[in-house]
Structure formats: structure tokens, C-alpha cells
């Protein structure tokens, strides 16, 4: 295992990305009953923006700086502002105003929004990110981190106890091959638990791995998928991350709207030369997903077709003509 999220910490990819979990957040937060998250791919907790990993490639020079200047000089419109404020405020109260020298990552965002009977499970496997993500977790009795393979920890803990929640699942994609394991654990985390709320991360390089997931999830008879891409350069270099999508099983029924507003308003920001920025919003599946073809013909139906019913009697009370008065 190569990966090291800490040369990447505050991208564009990490603003997106945890600008649409705080927005779910926000909205699980709304209801009194308790809700669980699961992280199973957490990463460090808390990432150090003057370390010499964070600044080897200086991602977060074009993700989180750009957007906490913009809003600094009062560039954002004020509806984005509303919409990224459980974002902001949470990276706010990491650091000394107008000083970006912490960010954080997935479960530190979780843990800011958690109320005493939400819980948050978290997995990672690598030695140096376990270790700093315990630390930074420690003391909270809320949160269980967990030295563990995140596929293994998403069979393990889903279902959960409460019956609201979401499950985040954010993979290093050092292999192609998380691509399909994304939609394959997708679907037997699903078939487990069909009411959660899931959040899956991927990289855009070229359009190939992409599409094919998406074919794929299309494919597996899981209604209501939502798709969100921000692009950030053409997608014409398959070597560079070009974007990153999310997709998003049983969103919040307001993020639709709210991503109507945040992507271009991101596109615009995080792009990488001037008019490069593109986003895309649609459903792979909506309410009722296609039905998976079923191996065997069903045979036609033999019997007569009912008797048509009149158009009065199938009229609803509403339609129904009012009696006439004697
Ligand atoms: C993209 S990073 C996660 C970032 C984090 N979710 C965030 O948003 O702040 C992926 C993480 O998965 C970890 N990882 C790699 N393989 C893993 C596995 N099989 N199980 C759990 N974690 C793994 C990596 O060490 C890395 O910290």
C-alpha cells in the first residue's frame, strides 16, 4: 500500500467531496433520531497543510486556500457561503483565522457534527494514518476506530443498529480494480441495508472506468442513485486526476438542489486554467431502478383481460360528478 492522503489533504477532490458529506450531515442532523456514519476508508483524522507531504505537490494551494481566500474577500455569493458554512466552520475552528495550517479530513468533519447519541465508526489500514487518526479521535466515546481493511469493516457494520446513516466509501483507487469493487461491495452493502445513505468517491482520469462503473451500477437494480462529477481540467490526460465524482445511493432528498447551486459555483473556483471547469448532476437511477432481467420468460397470461370499467365508476371521489339535487 503506497497511498498517503496526506500529499493530497485539501484538494479540490477533498473540498468537493467533503463539502456534499457535510451537506448530509447537516441534514441527518435534522431529525432527533440518531444516526450512525461509516468511514471506511478514514484516512489520518486531521492532516498538517505545513507538512512536507501536503506540500510536495501543494494540492491545497488549488482546493481549500482558493475557496477560504474566496470567501475571504467576500467572492462567493451568499447562498454558496450558506450552503459550504458546515464545511468553513468546521475548518474555522481548526485553525487561527486568516492561517490555513490544519485540515481536516472525513472523520474529523463527522465528529464535528455528531450529537451525543450519533455514532461513527471509522476503518483504516495504513500504520502511519491509523495511528494519527486514533490520536486525534481519542477520548470519544462516540467514535470507534478500527485497524482494519474499510471492505471487510463495510460488511462487518452495515446494517447498523440505528436505522439512519451513511456509509462513505473512499478508496485510494491504487488499482483499476477498485472501480468495480466499488460497485460490487455497493451492491452487497445494499442488499443488507436498502435505506442508507451512500457516498462513493472516485478519480477522473480518463472517461473509460468512469462510464463503465456507472453502466455497472445502472445494471444492479439499485433505485435511487444520484451522480455528482466536478471536472477541473479536460479530461484529455488520463495520467492526471482531471476530477472526481461521488456517487450518491438514497441522497438526502435536498441535495439534489443543493448541488444545483454548489457544483458550478466550485467548477468556476477549482479549475485549473480559466474555463475548465465542467460538473455533471444525473441520475443513474431514479425512484424505480430497472428491474434486473430475470433468467427465465414469464408466460403470457392465459385467462381473459378484465372487463373495461366504466368511466364513471373508476372516476376518484374528487373527479366523481357531485349527485344532482332533488
Ligand atoms: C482517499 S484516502 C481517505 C481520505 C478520507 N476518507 C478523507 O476524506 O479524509 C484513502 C485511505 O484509505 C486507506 N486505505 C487503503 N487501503 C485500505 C483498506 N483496504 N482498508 C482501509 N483503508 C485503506 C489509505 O491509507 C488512505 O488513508
Known amino acids: 500500500m503506497n497511498y498517503r ?37 478514514a484516512g489520518a483524522g486531521i ?23 474566496a470567501k475571504e474577500e467576500g467572492q462567493l455569493p451568499d447562498n454558496v457561503v450558506t450552503l459550504l458554512a458546515p464545511l468553513l466552520d468546521v475548518i474555522g475552528a481548526l485553525n487561527v483565522p486568516g492561517k490555513l495550517k490544519a485540515y481536516p479530513g472525513s472523520p474529523a468533519f463527522t465528529r464535528a457534527w455528531l450529537r451525543a447519541d450519533d455514532r461513527l465508526i471509522a476503518c483504516e489500514l495504513e500504520g502511519q494514518a491509523i ?29 447498523p443498529p440505528e436505522r439512519r446513516g451513511l456509509v462513505l466509501i473512499d478508496p485510494p483507487f ?4 477498485d472501480y468495480h469493487r466499488l460497485s460490487h461491495m455497493m451492491g452487497l452493502a445494499h442488499a443488507k441495508w ?54 450518491l445511493v438514497n441522497p438526502p432528498w435536498t441535495l439534489e438542489r443543493e448541488l444545483e447551486i454548489l457544483l458550478p459555483a466550485l467548477a ?28 427465465k420468460p414469464v408466460p403470457k397470461p392465459t385467462a381473459k383481460p378484465p372487463a373495461k370499467t366504466p368511466p364513471a365508476a373508476a372516476a376518484t371521489g374528487k373527479d366523481r360528478a357531485k349527485p344532482k339535487s332533488r
Open 131 to 159: 495511528v494519527s487518526l486514533n490520536r486525534h479521535m481519542r477520548g470519544d466515546d462516540r467514535i470507534k476506530t478500527f485497524e482494519m481493511d474499510g471492505w471487510t469493516g463495510l460488511q462487518a457494520y452495515v446494517p
Open 194 to 247: 436498502a435505506t442508507g445513505i451512500y457516498a462513493l468517491w472516485y478519480p477522473i482520469k480518463g472517461r473509460g472506468d468512469v462510464d463503465e462503473l456507472a453502466k455497472r451500477l445502472r445494471k444492479s437494480g439499485i433505485p435511487k442513485i444520484l451522480r455528482a462529477e466536478l471536472i477541473v481540467s479536460p479530461v484529455s490526460d488520463p495520467k492526471r486526476l482531471n476530477g472526481s465524482g461521488l456517487i
Open 268 to 295: 468556476g473556483l477549482l479549475e485549473r486554467q480559466p474555463n475548465s471547469g465542467r460538473y455533471t448532476l444525473d441520475w443513474i437511477n431514479g425512484e424505480a431502478a430497472p428491474v434486473k432481467p430475470i433468467a
Open 47 to 69: 492532516y498538517d497543510l505545513t507538512s512536507a507531504e501536503a506540500n510536495r505537490g501543494g494540492e491545497w494551494h488549488d482546493g481549500i486556500e482558493r475557496l477560504m481566500k
Open 5 to 41: 492522503h496526506a500529499f493530497h489533504a485539501g484538494s479540490f477532490a477533498d473540498v468537493f467531496k467533503h463539502a456534499v458529506l457535510c451537506r448530509i450531515l447537516n441534514y441527518l442532523r435534522e431529525k432527533p433520531a440518531a444516526f450512525r456514519v461509516i468511514d471506511t476508508h
Open 174 to 177: 491504487e488499482e483499476a480494480a
